[in-house]
Each structure stands twice: as C-alpha cells, then as structure tokens.
C-alpha cells in the first residue's frame, strides 16, 4: 500500500476547500433547516469534475482512480454531509452503474450528462418493505415484445424527485428466487415514472431523500443494463464501491467534527486556561484522533483493493462499518466538547452529529456490514 497523498489529491482538496468556502458553507444552514436540494450547486461541481470523478475523459469525466474519488467526498463532507453525500450518490451509484454495466451506445449517452453534472443521477434498490432483503423486492418489470413495463415503488431513493436518470433494480424472476432481479436505465419525464414523498429527515436535510413510483412505465428493452437475471449481482458489485464512499463520507464528518474540536477547545477558556489543556478534554481528542487515522487506513485498504482489481467485499464493509461508526463517536464527543454550544445550530457540531447517523445505515446498515465481514471470514 502507497501512504501518503498524491498531487493530484492534494490539488483536489485545495480546491474543494476554497470551492467549499465559497459556495457551500455560506449557505448549507439555510438548506438544511429548509430541506432544500441545492441543483445548481451540483451543476458547478460538474464543472469542476466532482459529478465525473471515476468517468473516463472520452465520455467528459475527469478520469480519476478512488483515491483521489475519496479525497473529493471528504473534503466536502468536512464541510458539509448533505453535500458529500450527494456527490458519493452520483458518482459510485447511478453513474459508476452504467459505467461499470452499460454498453458502449448507453455510456455514450448517458455518461457525458452525469460527468459534468447537466444530469442528476438517482440509483433505485430499497423498497417500503425490502430494504436488507433486496432478493424479495416488489418492484416488477415484465417483458412485452421489445418493451418491458415496470410497476412497484423504491423509497429512501437520493434523488428520486430530482434526478434526471435512474439506474432502477426490479424483479424479472420469483422472490427469493436465483438471478431474479434486471436493472433498467430510467429517464425522467418516461410516462407512469415519478418522483413521489420527499422523506422529512433528522440529518443530510439537503440531500434529497424520495420515493420513485413506477405505474405500468413501459421502456425499451435498449435502456436494460446487461443480461436478464444479473441485477442483484451488479447491485452487489456496485455497493462494494458504494461502501467505499460511505467511508469517505463518514471520514469526512468525523474529520470536519474534530478539527472544528480541536479548534475550539484551544480557544474556549475555563478557570483561567484553554479546556484543551485539561485531562477530559485533551483525552477525548486523542480518542478522536486515533480513530479517524485508523478509519482512513481501512478506508484506503479498500482503495487499494479496488484500484488493484483484488476482491474487496470484506475490506470495503470493515471500512464501511468502522469509519461510520467513528463518525458517530467522533460527532458525539465533538458535542459534548462544545457543551452547551454543541447543542446550538449557529456552531457546526450539531450538524456533524446529526449528519453522522445515516452513514452506519445507508448503503447496508452496520449489521449487514458484519454479516459481510463474517461471511468472508467463515468461507
């Protein structure tokens, strides 16, 4: 394993920080208390190659490898959680999908729009009652001649109002039943496709959180991605990456927490000197600390594994479930460090340790992460 950052990334992270500075933090408070999705936002990080990162140049993508696709996550999400965690939504979910799975006429047509971010992305696996179980989904497509028609519902969908394509995961076989599940590139604005209720959320309020409804949506077999019955298994290749991006995400938090701790508990005087030189605070920042180096490290094991082309199941769930799970301590320390004021929306913590929760949930909650983790050790 390379330790250590690369040109490329520390190029990337400067300019995100100023980016970040300039464009996200003066107004993520208004988007978070308002639930408001910030689409032009992510038009200007198109720009900038953050909607393509992992896109090859030849379809208007930056061409980065992961590594530099974490950096990009945590340092937006060091500012912001709703924000890195729409980018980390785009970029492994919808648009690493059809990069991975499409053909060359679909990445031809499809890539260039999500890559530069003129097209938001929106990728369509959990159901009401299917969200662990994805093998007993609900969400049907049935052929018809050279059409299939689509019928059933996704919820907790990131973007599911707004994105202009979704990559969607449907039944073509009995529940439970082996290679029963086909994935479908879906444009908005297809009759009988609609975005439905927009979920009320306790943190990432700017991320839009949605249903997609699917009423008798019928769509051109030309828009399915890859064999009939390979679904499941392409969901299944595309979380090992997601996992990797929820990492980063909870890398982010954690790290923007501490560094907003560390900050504060040498300016914030009691009795006389900083709270940082008192025993209970100086601990609770080395336990930080150590924990989100120890995340990064598993976070970049998997990076290592995937830019590699190694197997990386069990090694992006470890990163997954440690680095989320770092971010919930972390933030919560990060509060309790700022007392009174970490309770306050007008300091950041309180919306670290709000933001920080979903990462030991979405993408596979903490306990599937050991079901993984166990499975591959027990094989």
Sequence with gaps: MRFGTTENQQMIAEMLRAFGEQHIRPF????????????????????LGCMGVLVPEKYGGAGFGYSEYVTTIVEISKICGSIGLSVAAHNSLCTNHILMFGNDEQKEKYLPKL?????????????????????NMQTTAVRDGDDWILNGSKNFITHGISGEIAVVMTRTGDPRSKNNSTAFIVERGTPGFSGGKKEDKLGMRASETSEMVFQDCRISDAQRLGDVGDGFKQALSILDGGRISIAALALGIAKGAFEASLKYAQEREQFGKPISSFQGISFKLADMATEIEAAELLTM????????GL????ESAMAKLYASEVAVRTTNEAVQIFGGYGYIKEF????FFRDAKLCTIGEGTSEIQRLVISRELLK
């Design 348 to 351: 950041p913590v309180e919306k």
């Design 115 to 135: 890559a530069t971010g003129e097209h938001i992305g929106a990728w369509g696996l959990t159901e009401p009652n299917t969200g662990s179980d994805a093998g």
């Design 301 to 308: 094991n998997a990076v290592f594994r995937k830019s590699n």
């Design 311 to 314: 197997k990386l199941s069990k």
């Design 28 to 47: 993520m408070m208004e988007w978070d208390e308002q639930q408001l999705f910030p689409v032009e936002l992510f038009r200007k990080l198109g720009e």
